[in-house]
DNA sequence: GCTTGACTTAAACCTTTGTTTAAGCACGAG
DNA sequence: CTCGTGCTTAAACAAAGGTTTAAGTCAAGC
């Protein structure tokens, strides 16, 4: 192990667990779902490149925004295994991520108005309401609105 | 079984889930879960009021704004066992769920900014930023922003 | 009264995102 | 070289929200 307050650029799953704040057993889980990669000692022990500190920040930081690990393992792919991504890179991720949170917030507003509004009518019609589409929840990755944004 | 086209007061798994288009297996779950209930026939059969297609619905809409079971069940708490629900009450659960969305809309977006503004503000600074407030998830129903809402 | 379809149960299984456990090597300080 | 801590693996467990399966019972039309 590295003296204590030295900058390595090669990482133990501890010391890399220590810096990202995230368990031993996620990062090892992270690794055999693909999402970060590492090479072996003759021991047979995990050794990861400093830049995996910057991809499991992203990973976190993904999650924190509601992203389910494939989709962020997809847009991992997109990086060369060794290198560092680029500043295009992120900035891409970025964009991408924002289209994303955007459509999940459109459609909770649009949830909470239909809500509000089957509710408030009088007519307590929410049988139908709510489904007029069953396929429109959360946990749907769709492109867009389907039906729900027709009038 | 009731004639086709007949409205009946008191509805089969089978009527209840052809009617709301909620898999049978998902009605037991629910039973289950003590989020509906019925009554049995001699033959041991579950028969439903017709009041449960209203709560079956008031589950599955507020499934579709994100509630998790747990919570919706809490709110279908205060309903009387076999009375149907006052208007009072569904505008007090649109109120609730509308406080809910809101607040997890806000999360969103807030995340969505910190998101883009660490990658965009050039030093790429993430590492640190994700990690300032660990616990500030999507999956969190805390009741409000804890450390994040702060300068 | 028989057949067929709807219903019953418990238990196993599924996905996601990991954690925990047990048994056993690896590595570095002294 | 030994000691203790850190690392290795596979496999089991967790929680949420169900689905599937197997084996058996009920209800209803003819």
Same mark, same amino acid.
């Given at each position: ?6 900058? +390595? =650029?090669? $990482?133990?799953?501890?010391? $890399?667990?220590?810096? *990202? !704040?995230?368990?031993?057993?996620? $990062? ?5 779902? !693909?999402?970060?990669? *590492?090479?072996?000692?003759? !021991? ?15 990973? &976190? ?7 389910? %690990? ?5 847009? $991992?792919?997109? %990086?060369? #295994?060794? +290198? ?9 991720? *970025?964009? @991408?991520?924002?289209? /994303? ?10 949830? &909470? =108005?239909?809500?509000? /509004? @089957?509710?408030?009518?009088? @007519?307590? *019609?929410? #049988?139908? @309401? ?5 396929? =429109?929840? %959360?946990? /749907? ?7 729900? %944004? /027709?009038?």
């Amino acid at each position: 192990m590295s003296v204590s307050g030295e900058i +390595a =650029d090669v $990482l133990t799953i501890g010391e $890399l667990s220590g810096r *990202s !704040g995230v368990p031993a057993s996620a $990062l090892r889980f992270y690794e055999r779902q !693909g999402l970060i990669t *590492s090479h072996r000692t003759d !021991g047979n022990q995990r050794r990861y490149h400093r830049s995996t500190l910057r991809r499991v920040a992203f990973i &976190r930081a993904s999650q924190s925004v509601g992203m389910p %690990l494939s989709v962020i393992g997809e847009v $991992l792919g997109f %990086l060369p #295994e060794g +290198a560092p991504a680029t500043r295009q890179f992120w900035m891409n991720a *970025s964009v @991408c991520w924002s289209r /994303e949170i955007n459509a999940r917030i459109e459609k909770m507003e649009r949830m &909470r =108005d239909r809500f509000t /509004e @089957c509710i408030g009518c009088g @007519c307590l *019609s929410f #049988e139908q @309401c709510a489904l007029v589409n069953p396929a =429109d929840t %959360l946990a /749907e990755h769709g492109p867009g609105p389907h039906r729900l %944004l /027709e009038p």
